[in-house]
């Protein structure tokens, strides 16, 4: 046997990301009553994606991760409003707003770890927040950025009320993003980032250099939250406040746990499911959808996949 076939096999970086296009086209043909909530879903299961790169892949334990959310919305309104309503440009300002934020804030933030990192990156949105308030003339302040309008998609697709092509711009964006996200995760520079995820220590004395890599990896979250918070506000033609909430953050690392970090595809479940629940559980008892939430998060902690699957097997194993 050759040394190739007994190395373990890595699944195609493109099998994820067009599976997520065939569910959402699939989706997006059958649901035409429920385009807005599928756009909204493929929007925030593109943040939680930047999210678990953060803390699935490099272990880096976040609150503030919506500062990146807002850099990028805030940035593609304001290009749109100020400059031009073409999406595509707005998405790479948007991108490059989130990536940069990210790049400069890392590159204090990553010098520290633990609780302390945690209480900085707080610190961080939370500044952003008021720095957006300041702004009130270019930003709008607490009644947020609107009164931008965006072009046709490739000069041929205008937006419209029905959310058709916001839906399908939003599902393909996720789907590029996946793939990014999967190529680098699976290279090794991902595994080098995993393996200071597992321990700092025994990377740096094999001569990794920590900082660089973690400031990489979070840079590359940063552009994929940017790319998130631009469709937000293309999608949605307002930018408000709530987009740099701590509220927003922490949303974020409810729906990742509830999926499963450190696999990718389990940010895109735990944004799905989270999501789905909100819209069911709100429509039907505005005040009390969090408690259902809650008892889907408790299931997920006390009993994690492998403790489920091994009762499963004891159960239909005694059965047989």
Known sequence: ??????????????RSPLLVLAIGLIAWWAL?????????????????????????????????????FGAGAYAAGLFALKASGEPLLGLAVGTGAGA???LAS???????????????TVAVAQIAASLVQK???????????SGFTMGPLLGRFAFDLEGKTAALYAIAILA??????????????????????????????????VLRRLLAMYTLAGALAGAAGALSAQTNAIVGLDSLSFALSAEALVMLI???????????????????????????????????????LMVVVLLPPQKARGWLRSRWGAKA
């Not at 076939?5 to 699944?11: D, G, K, L, Q, Y």
């Open 135 to 145: 702004a009130r003339d270019w930003t709008g302040g607490d009644d947020g950025l």
């Open 100 to 102: 940069l934020l990210a």
């Open 32 to 68: 035409p009553d429920q385009l807005g909530l599928l756009t909204r879903m493929a929007i925030t299961a593109l943040f939680v994606l930047s999210l678990d790169l953060v803390v699935g892949i490099a272990g880096l334990a976040t609150l503030g991760h919506a500062a990146l």
């Open 258 to 296: 509830l999926g499963g970090a450190g696999r990718l595809h389990g940010a895109l479940i735990g944004a799905v499911v989270f999501t789905l629940l909100h819209h069911t559980a709100a429509s039907i008892n505005p005040y009390h959808w969090l408690f259902i939430i809650g008892a889907a």
């Open 1 to 14: 046997m050759s040394a190739d076939s007994s190395a373990p096999r890595v699944a195609p970086a493109w």
């Open 106 to 120: 890392g590159a204090f933030l990553l010098r520290y770890h633990g609780f302390t990192f945690l209480m900085l």
């Open 176 to 209: 590029l993003g996946l793939y990014v996200a999967r190529r680098v995760v699976d290279s090794p520079f991902g595994l080098a980032v995993r393996g200071i995820h597992e321990s700092r220590a025994r990377m740096a004395a094999l001569g990794t250099p």
